[in-house]
């Protein structure tokens, strides 16, 4: 269950970059300074496909140069995924109960097409299982956790002996998709529903996919302003980006205070009005694009 970590944002996806070679960068990546001390913010993709676990030559620069690694959670804490599993098991029964009827066969119906039996779907939380379908969907195209941005992350800095630290605990993000309002939870089963195996769904995952390999700041902002796409519900825009980025903006000044910072955070974290790189401007960082090429 090592791939738990990769699901929670559900939003989301290096070569090598030789001194002599133009090789591509993927993701974004930003520098943001203040007081003379220099820190790092990089949009990370939780799948991947294989080429883009690589580091580049930014990136590799940007681990160099900080004192600490910063994920959205500590993926290596102990006992971790097993609380995962602990928190969706307990909120299983009420979040089946959210559902209603309609909703409830909905789900039922796309879990039996992937293998997966009434009874077992069930024992966990309808939340834990549409993160599921969602990294279904990124497998099709040939994206993969293992090919994720944060694994590669963490072999660079226990090579490198930088300390991990969190913005969050697997509590917060735990209550914050086990606990979610039960409009929210039936949005998400409908758009999954209408969207499984259908090339607006493909459409929208590639869009994404591209954007963030591009480095694409502004198209992955086109997808976190609403009306923007239809699969940003008002609740995942208002929940799972914008009052979390305020509470990461907060935890990233403190950290930020005593030590040089890499920050690594789901791409879409970055964009948009309540975005990462405009939280930090407002706290008075200066930030921008960090060189991916010597």
Known sequence: MKRWHFLWCGWLALWLVLPALAAPAYGPLYSFSKQGRVHYLYGTMHVGRPGTDTPDWGLSQAMARSEALVLELDVDAPGAPAEVLALARQGAARQWRQLGPDSRRLLLAQLQRTGVEPDQARSLAPAMWLMQLTLNEYQRLGQATQEGSE????????????????????????????????????????????????????????????????????????????????????????????????????????????????????????????????????????????????
């Open 151 to 294: 694994t590669m992350l963490l072999q660079m800095a226990r090579r490198e002996q930088r300390p991990l630290l969190a913005l969050e605990t697997t509590g917060e993000q735990g209550r914050m998709l086990f606990e979610m309002p039960a409009a929210a939870l039936r949005e998400w089963v409908r758009q999954t529903a209408e969207w499984q195996d259908k090339p607006e769904a493909e459409r929208y995952y590639r869009d994404l996919i591209a954007a963030w390999e591009r480095g694409d700041l502004p198209a992955l902002q086109s997808m976190v302003v609403l009306p923007g796409y239809p699969r940003l519900s008002a609740w995942t825009q208002r929940e799972m980006l914008d009052r979390r980025n305020q509470a990461m903006a907060r935890r990233i000044d403190e950290m930020a205070a005593s030590r040089r910072l890499l920050v690594a955070v789901g791409a879409l974290h970055l964009a948009g009005p309540q975005g990462l790189v405009k939280l930090l401007r407002q706290r008075g960082y200066q930030v921008t694009v960090a060189p991916r090429a010597p």
